[in-house]
């Protein structure tokens, strides 16, 4: 399959009721979409990161009752999973589409990263774009902007996640869904390529 970018309808697809009817248009819709993203990134990600990353699309597999409100590919060093590691994401809100660098609360070694991200504090807080924002909860759709945070903010952020057992840091990008149907197919790969670059340091360092 060709990739043609995101519809509207593609957003529309969390507005279904039900688990049924809803996990059967993301797998129609949307999954071929990112297992066409897991496979154009992977090596991509592979070669900027200097280790081996796997695409990990999101299955919805312990859903019993609520369908889900967002779906997404992961990329990973762990080819069995993605959750206990750092990664990167690349998915979709109703409102939004999103481009993650993610440490999430199963992940290991989150002490030590919550250190070393404090330990380069200056450096983060002055290479990251303003634009980009930063979420503590990958189970919400809402985040802060980088250049509404300050320097003291962001280390508290860190500090949790090197404190507190169920914390997570979220860093990357959101593209308003009417940005996202707008973009042609090559405009959007080359937008998320480009919040990669920014973001895989923060990958590196971790």
């Known amino acids: 399959m060709g990739f043609n970018g995101f519809t509207q309808d593609d957003f529309n697809v969390f507005t279904i009721d039900g688990l049924e009817p809803r996990m059967d248009a993301i797998i129609t819709n949307i999954r071929p979409k990112l297992e066409y993203l897991g496979n154009h990134f992977s090596p991509i990600l592979s070669i900027a990161s200097g280790e081996e990353l796997h695409a990990h699309v999101a299955k919805h597999a312990r859903r019993t009752i609520n369908p889900p409100n967002d779906t997404w590919v992961a990329f990973a060093a762990n080819p069995r999973g993605y959750k206990m590691v750092p990664h990167f994401q690349i998915g979709l809100w109703e409102t939004h589409l999103f481009i993650w660098f993610a440490v999430i609360y199963e992940c290991q070694g989150k002490q030590s990263i919550g250190e070393t991200f404090l330990e380069n504090l200056s450096k983060i807080h002055q290479s990251i774009p303003g634009h980009f924002v930063w979420s503590q909860d990958h189970t919400k759709p809402d985040a802060t902007k980088h250049s ?8 508290a952020s ?49």
Do not use: N, W
Request: net charge neutral; glycine share 4%; with cysteine.
């Open 148 to 155: 509404s945070l300050s320097k003291d903010e962001l280390a």
């Open 158 to 206: 860190f500090q949790r996640l090197k404190d507190i057992k169920k914390a997570e840091i979220l860093c990357g990008c959101h593209f308003d869904r009417d940005t996202v149907t707008k973009m042609g197919p090559s405009e959007l790969l080359k937008e998320i390529d480009d919040v990669f670059r920014q973001i895989l340091p923060l990958y590196k360092l971790s």
